[in-house]
């Protein structure tokens, strides 16, 4: 799933390809990516011109024209394209830019918005769980899912961090992938940072001192910003608006490692359940 520096660099490059374009029209062949109503969504984002684009948490919010918002979930496998496409009956064929073309991640176009200088905005998605809400700008910026967010990984103060990691129990690692409680950290991340900290991912989060929520905290925006400079992470279907992979995967520690050397060479990294979801972790440098 794209985390926060997947999403800021979407966020960053969009925003330098397709703001004061114009949107001419919309096509979809999957209904259920849009959770507005249909006609509506045709009607409303047509002639709408692009404004500017923000990111909270992992959603993209595209403002536009009177007062409109777009906002995109990209969820398991989504990802925004800037590109063209030729659609010919229910096929969609890539035409440009060429990793797009090239690169099969980027083949599942379920949703396309043209623009007024001949480009396109699609968004491909392999597992289809993407969603996108079109509406008012203070109906979307109140909806729940915005509403209940923690605060953001990226903007977070460390004190506010250490009372809110105090506060909570739960095992570590699933408390920092819980949106409620700070916004924007999945399972890549979350991997990543509790290795650079040195704690183990089941540790209690109320049972952490102090020196460990600090060494936590600065993990944190290490590995979220030294991501967001090499363009985020690609071992599963990221890719960014021209369809290229990121370049944190390649230095990334422990995430989807299992078997092989911790980075600080005293130990093989080992894979373990949690929930439905894996945590890659050193058991050396990372007791429980
Ligand atoms: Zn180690």
Same mark, same amino acid.
């Given at each position: 799933m794209p985390e926060l520096p997947e999403v800021q660099t979407t966020v960053s490059d969009l925003n330098k390809k397709i703001i004061g374009r114009k949107i001419t029209g919309a096509w979809f062949?999957?209904?259920? %990516?849009?959770? +507005?109503p249909l006609k509506e969504f045709e009607k409303d984002i047509k002639n709408r011109k692009i404004l500017r684009i923000k990111r909270r948490a992992k959603n993209i919010l595209i403002y536009l024209s009177d007062d409109y918002i777009l906002l995109v979930h990209q969820k398991m496998t989504g990802h925004l394209l800037v590109g063209k496409w030729k659609i010919e009956g229910k096929k969609v064929i890539p035409v440009e830019p060429e990793n797009v073309v090239s690169d /099969?991640? $980027?083949? *599942?176009?379920?949703l396309i918005l043209f623009l007024d200088n001949g480009k396109m905005l699609g968004l491909s998605d392999l597992r289809k769980f993407a969603k996108v809400i079109l509406g008012k700008r203070d109906r979307i910026e109140n909806l729940e899912d915005l509403k209940n967010l923690g605060p953001d990984a990226l903007a977070v103060e460390y004190e506010n961090f250490k009372k809110i990691i105090q506060r909570v129990r739960g095992k570590i690692k699933q408390v920092l992938m819980d949106q409620k409680i700070?916004? @924007?950290? @999945?399972n890549i991340y979350s991997d990543e940072m509790l290795w650079l900290a040195k704690?183990? /991912? *089941?540790? /209690?989060? $109320?049972? %952490?001192?102090e020196k460990e929520i600090k060494a936590l905290y600065l993990a944190m925006k290490n590995v979220l910003e030294k991501a967001i400079r090499l363009r @985020?992470? +690609?071992?599963s279907d990221y890719r960014d608006i021209l369809g290229k992979e990121g370049n944190y995967g390649n230095v990334r520690y422990v995430y989807q490692k299992e078997g092989e050397k911790c980075p600080r060479g005293n130990g093989i990294i080992k894979r373990i359940k949690m929930g439905g979801r894996s945590a890659h972790f050193c058991p050396v440098c990372q007791k429980l």
């Open positions: 062949d999957w209904r259920k %990516l849009i959770k +507005s /099969p991640q $980027n083949r *599942f176009i379920h700070i916004a @924007g950290i @999945g704690i183990h /991912p *089941f540790r /209690p989060a $109320n049972k %952490l001192s @985020g992470t +690609s071992v």
